[in-house]
């Protein structure tokens, strides 16, 4: 049997040389291979962050716009006085007096007459208010809408659709004549439904109406009622 020769020594450096680059090679391999698979991470990573971006922007712009187009826009009237004539509207001659406590009003809900010194608030109530604030109101050229509290959330909807911005104050009321009913300064109409479209001729007319006592005379800054929402 023949015996394999002896490795030279020169040869034994060579291979030993030989495998330490072939380990540094792959350690540099492998290194570079972890880094561009790093690189493909932070890319991804930087894609997923910039779409989201884009779509959270969107939808941020679109619910901006959506909330700007839907949010309903109070109505818009001219200050009244114009003399109009209104079907079924009934007029009145109370007086205007400052009084402290209580008042008798000749009509329910009452359309002019005593009342406190400190006028409502103009608003939207869920509640019941003062008469002898709301009149004190009526006095400054708001309109005062009140509605049997049994009227249903659809037609209280429509109601609100009617509403200016200010000087309106929308409350419930007990024991109506009529499920609706619009009082302003001595004027005062009775209705049976929301849509009716006296509501807004009423409002055109005597909304801000120049011939009450005390007309532009502010309508906040006073006393809020029980419920008030806006």
């Known amino acids: ?11 034994k450096q060579q291979q030993k040389q030989q495998s330490v680059k072939q380990q540094r090679a792959a350690e540099r391999e492998r290194k570079l291979e972890e880094f561009r698979k790093k690189e493909a991470r932070r890319r991804r990573n ?10 959270g922007g969107a939808a941020i712009v679109a619910l901006i716009v959506t909330t700007i187009v839907l949010t309903p826009r109070p109505a818009s009237y001219g200050k009244g006085g114009e003399g109009a004539e209104i079907e079924g509207v009934q007029t009145f001659s109370n007086a205007s007096e400052h009084v402290e406590g209580a008042v008798d009003y000749e009509q329910a809900p009452p359309a002019g007459g005593p009342h406190n010194p400190a006028w409502l ?28 509290p049994s009227l249903s959330d659809t037609d209280l909807e ?37 849509d009716d479209p006296r509501i807004p001729e009423f ?26 929402v806006s």
Not at 46 to 55: D, E, F, N
Not at 164 to 173: E, G, H, R
Not at 203 to 228: F, H, I, M, R, S
């Open 1 to 11: 049997m023949s015996e394999t020769p002896p490795i030279p020594p020169k040869a």
């Open 46 to 55: 930087r894609l997923v962050g910039i779409w989201s971006a884009v779509v």
């Open 121 to 148: 608030n103009c608003g939207v109530y869920t509640e019941p208010v003062p008469n002898e604030n709301a009149v004190h109101s009526l006095e400054h050229g708001a309109v005062w809408i009140t509605y049997d």
């Open 158 to 194: 429509t109601l609100r659709g009617f509403l200016p911005s200010t000087y309106v104050i929308l409350s419930p009321y007990e024991d109506l004549p009529s499920p609706i009913v619009l009082s302003g300064w001595n004027v005062q109409l009775e209705v049976d439904e929301a």
């Open 203 to 228: 409002l055109e007319e005597y909304w801000q109406n120049q011939n009450v006592p005390e007309p532009g005379a502010l309508c906040t800054g006073a006393v809020d009622g029980p419920g008030k």
